[in-house]
């Protein structure tokens, strides 16, 4: 059974702008997408921080790169991503998505030099066992520096490259991965080919905006579909809207 990999930008489902606020709208869509997804085959989900994270995050001082040993602190930042998945986990559950929480302060932990180390044995089992896990941008253990930032695409290159994905999903609120005219760039095949376009978000976002997005994807080694909430049902659909990005 294929297996599909996909994550909710945190700007898809909460407005940045607002801390801890949810865009009932962006979710009911994302919720809705996953439902059909959910019916044909396996799924697992990664939601960005937007509004919850990103403020605690920012409040905090905590980025991938700059840790705390804060304990409130970093509890606080997780606190808020639960408080998140939870709204995530709701919305799904509400159209009959058998939706469980994986949260990955607990189950994972970075190197000295960053790399991540996710253990997939829950999740696995979970999408053995017919249940959808949802992961979220988090808080983690960072030998070293105490805690760290773990962003979604982070997670999103581990699980597709652990759990072999068959496709690979990023919705976020642009379009696809824009060229300095505003366009959408079809296909990314190395980095030299956006690397003039790319910029940082225009909220608060301590996970790296799309630059570092596309690097990651770009990493992942298989094609991955950037895309804004007008593609999801067009992704849904198996077709590819959005920026492909292929690395090689």
Known sequence: MSLVVLKLGGSVVTDKDEPETVDEEGLAAAADAVATLAESGRVVVVHGGGSFGHHHAAE??????????????VRAIHDAMKRLNDAVLDALADRGVSALP?????????????SLSLPLAATETMLDEGFVPVLHGDV?????????????DDLVVSLASGLG?????????VPGVLDAGGDVIPEITA???????????????????????????LALGAPAHVFGPEGLSAFVAGESPGTVIRGE
């Open 60 to 73: 905090h001082g905590v980025s991938s790169e700059s840790g705390s040993h804060d304990a409130r602190g």
């Open 140 to 152: 983690i253990a960072h030998a070293g520096k105490g805690a760290t930032i773990v962003s979604g």
């Open 102 to 114: 994986v949260h990955p302060l607990s189950a994972g932990a970075r190197e000295a030099d960053g």
């Open 191 to 217: 980095f030299a080919d956006a690397a003039d376009a790319l910029g940082g978000s225009e909220s608060t976002d301590v996970t790296g905006g799309m630059a570092a997005k596309v690097r990651k994807l």
């Open 165 to 173: 994905a068959d496709r690979v999903g990023l919705c976020s609120t």
